[in-house]
């Protein structure tokens, strides 16, 4: 449960979560790329990245001079199966 919580903080953040639900539609992206999507520096999207990869739920590549981002589904998967977990004893209570 302590890798969920891990996770749970990381999009517990409106703009770390707006990156994610932008990787998850449109695919892996540059910061600077990403960059260009928010009102951010390079720098703080980067420190937003490193917290989402940290959890997890991203994961990073160099391809060439330019750092790209992915979603990592599985992490998300596992997160969604505390969700589930949770949600059934709720039901039950």
């Known amino acids: 449960m ?42 703080g999207v980067t420190n937003h990245l490193q917290v989402l990869a940290s959890a997890g739920v ?11 981002w992915a979603m990592n589904p599985e992490r998300l998967a596992q997160a969604m199966r505390h969700i589930e977990t949770i949600s059934r004893g709720w039901d039950s209570a």
């Open 2 to 43: 302590a890798g969920a919580a891990i996770v749970f903080a990381a999009l517990g953040d409106q703009t770390r979560l707006s990156l994610l639900q932008r990787l998850a539609q449109d695919g892996p992206a540059s910061i600077t790329t990403l960059a260009a999507d928010f009102d951010l520096t390079r720098q």
């Open 58 to 68: 991203i994961d990073g590549q160099r391809s060439g001079r330019e750092h790209v």
